[in-house]
Antibody
Framework: QTLLQESGPGLVKPSETLSLTCSVF?????????WGWIRQTPGKGLEWIGS???????YYNPSLESRVTISVDTTKNQLSLRLTSVTAADTAVYYC???????????WGQGTQVTVSS | QTVVTQEPSFSVSPGGTVTLTCGLR?????????PSWYQQTPGQAPRTLIH???ARSFGVPDRFSGSILGSKAALTITGAQADDESDYYC????????????FGGGTKLTVL
């Protein structure tokens, strides 16, 4: 059974960098699939931030691409997210997720709340 | 920028049937977008219901079904139950250029 667990600071100051980690248990990131970050702003819907394919190539939401970096630490089997120059609009629950062969996000972490505030 | 459209809200009577749709502001949804559907209740992570247009995820009751209706993807709930009251999101996979995903704004379903 594959489990995903997000971790990171719950509070980030405006203009600083948000950094989150997703620990993956039960499956090696480099063995396959896309591994992604998806967020949900308060009272609003889901937004795909970006994803990494099999520990190799990363892809980003065009609206966030200039501020986002997604990387993989293969030694720790972790997926990481860095979002620079954050504002209040980046306050959200951040989920990591894994897709299936047909591009659906089928495994989700429990999510982690990140608030941007001074 | 690709915009995925969903009805903001919908209501259904217990035991009734409801169809939620997932469209594109410009263009038609087809199986090539690998539409998927997610159910979310407050405070919980999304749960995958449907993948690849009409494949039910493991453990999803067969009262949930997915399809393409005209120019949109559709999620039909047959015999709605009280605990189907949730937010429902669709997602489309776009493979032109760099692959990426776009979620719809979600539909809040009320069962009453």
């Amino acid at each position: 059974q594959t489990l995903l667990q997000e971790s990171g600071p719950g509070l980030v100051k405006p203009s600083e960098t948000l950094s989150l980690t997703c620990s993956v248990f039960g499956y090696s990131i480099t063995s396959g699939y896309h591994w992604g970050w998806i967020r949900q702003t308060p009272g609003k819907g889901l937004e795909w931030i970006g994803s990494n394919h099999q520990g190799r190539t990363s892809y980003y939401n065009p609206s966030l691409e200039s501020r986002v970096t997604i990387s993989v630490d293969t030694t720790k089997n972790q997926l990481s997210l860095r979002l620079t120059s954050v504002t209040a609009a980046d306050t959200a629950v951040y989920y990591c997720a894994r897709d299936y062969d047909d591009y659906a996000w089928v495994i989700w972490g429990q999510g982690t709340q990140v608030t941007v505030s001074s | 920028q690709t915009v995925v459209t969903q009805e903001p809200s919908f209501s259904v009577s217990p035991g009734g049937t409801v169809t939620l749709t997932c469209g594109l502001r410009s263009g038609s949804v087809s199986t090539a977008y690998y539409p998927s559907w997610y159910q979310q209740t407050p405070g919980q992570a999304p749960r995958t219901l449907i993948h690849n247009t009409n494949a039910r995820s493991f453990g999803v009751p067969d009262r949930f079904s997915g399809s393409i209706l005209g120019s949109k993807a559709a999620l039909t709930i047959t015999g709605a139950q009280a605990d189907d009251e949730s937010d429902y999101y669709c997602a489309l996979y776009l493979s032109g250029g760099a692959p990426h995903w776009v979620f719809g704004g979600g539909t809040k379903l009320t069962v009453l």
